[in-house]
């Protein structure tokens, strides 16, 4: 008499496909959640970004009599030669942010590099060599048309450059024409916000470039760049959108300002208006120093009341389109 050996231990085939098609019906569950838990980390870290370089803007306007920093900074370094460093609002801040040594490798008694210089060493002052360094605290991890802080598109002669994802509010930081003018504060205080600090942009969020668009030097946010020329600073609503300029009403279609792009992509991002990646809601700065979230509910009317300063119009409860 034949004895069968006891079967050994282990899955068909039918159950081990079973098994498989549970464990991949569970990573497709699972998967939505974890893109949105590491988004939701992304937005975080965008808005402590922005909580840190306002508090910045405040620590600069403590230590300056309550003066805003200047939309365009310039400090003559060494009067024989005419060497003169250069840069943005952003730049001015970098001792009030734990980037003093930035700032002093930066501000320094050389000249400015010739056309076509590239490089991370400094060559030049101001933003002619901040341009080639990126930063953190100006980088938001959500943002693709970055590449390790730095534009995916070139400039010309120039190449990629440190990318700016959060523009300072011009209606307040540019009033008066102080946007064209050096090492000229706006003639609002940190104090003295007509409408209220707590009711006045500060800052939004914006992409570093825009690859889509004409290849031009507007085309591109840079945290160094001074606003005067209009070009690639980090500075927002342009000159020309401004209450009073030329495209005001030209470009909406209406009086006031585009409102923000919320989930854009590469393709649909104006170079216009101030936008974010991410998906549901945009990081904006206030003048008190808080950090909210914008959606697409906000509305024209007071999205214009919240960037102007000074036009005595009163937020509704819930402006911000996120019920807050």
């Not at 995916?152 to 959060?166: F, H, K, L």
């Not at 008066?176 to 104090?191: E, K, Q, R, V």
């Not at 070009?231 to 959108?241: A, E, I, L, R």
């Not at 216009?272 to 959606?295: K, L, R």
Request: with cysteine; proline share 9%; aromatic share 10%.
């Amino acid at each position: 008499m034949t004895r069968q050996r006891p079967r050994a231990p282990g899955f068909s085939l039918m159950e081990l496909m079973v098994a498989i098609a549970i464990v991949a019906l569970l990573v497709a569950l699972l998967l939505p959640a974890m893109q949105s838990a590491r988004e939701a980390a992304r937005r975080m870290s965008c808005a402590n970004n922005i909580k840190q370089f306002n508090l910045a803007i405040h620590e600069y306007a403590g230590a300056h009599g309550g003066h805003l920093p200047p939309v365009n900074f310039q400090q003559v370094v060494n009067a024989k030669t005419g060497n003169t460093a250069q840069g943005s609002l952003h730049y001015v801040c970098l001792p009030f942010c734990d980037n003093q040594a930035v700032y002093d490798l930066f501000t320094q008694d050389v000249p400015i590099p010739g056309a076509g210089y590239q490089g991370p060493t400094p060559a030049g002052s101001g933003y002619l060599g901040a341009q080639y360094w990126p930063l953190n605290i100006h980088t938001c991890p959500s943002d693709v048309s970055a590449d390790a802080g730095m534009t995916i598109t070139a400039q010309p002669g120039v190449g990629p450059i440190a990318a700016g994802d959060y523009c300072i509010n011009l209606v307040v930081f540019g009033a008066g024409g102080t946007w064209n003018l050096w090492n000229t504060s706006s003639p609002y205080t940190i104090g003295k916000i007509p409408d209220g600090s707590s009711k006045t942009i500060c800052m939004t969020e914006c992409i570093s470039c825009f690859p889509d668009s004409p290849d031009t030097w507007e085309d591109s946010m840079s945290w160094p760049f001074p606003g005067y020329s209009n070009t690639v600073g980090s500075y927002w609503p342009n000159p020309d959108q401004l209450p009073g300029s030329t495209n005001y009403y030209k470009l909406t279609g209406q009086p006031g300002f585009f409102l923000p792009q919320i989930g854009v992509d590469l393709v649909s991002a104006d170079p216009n208006d101030c936008q974010t990646f991410h998906p549901s809601a945009m990081n904006v700065g206030m003048m008190d120093g808080s950090v909210i979230q914008v959606t697409d509910q906000v509305s024209q009317n007071n999205w214009n009341y919240a960037l102007d300063p000074a036009d005595n119009q009163t937020l509704e409860t819930g402006w911000n389109g996120a019920g807050q």
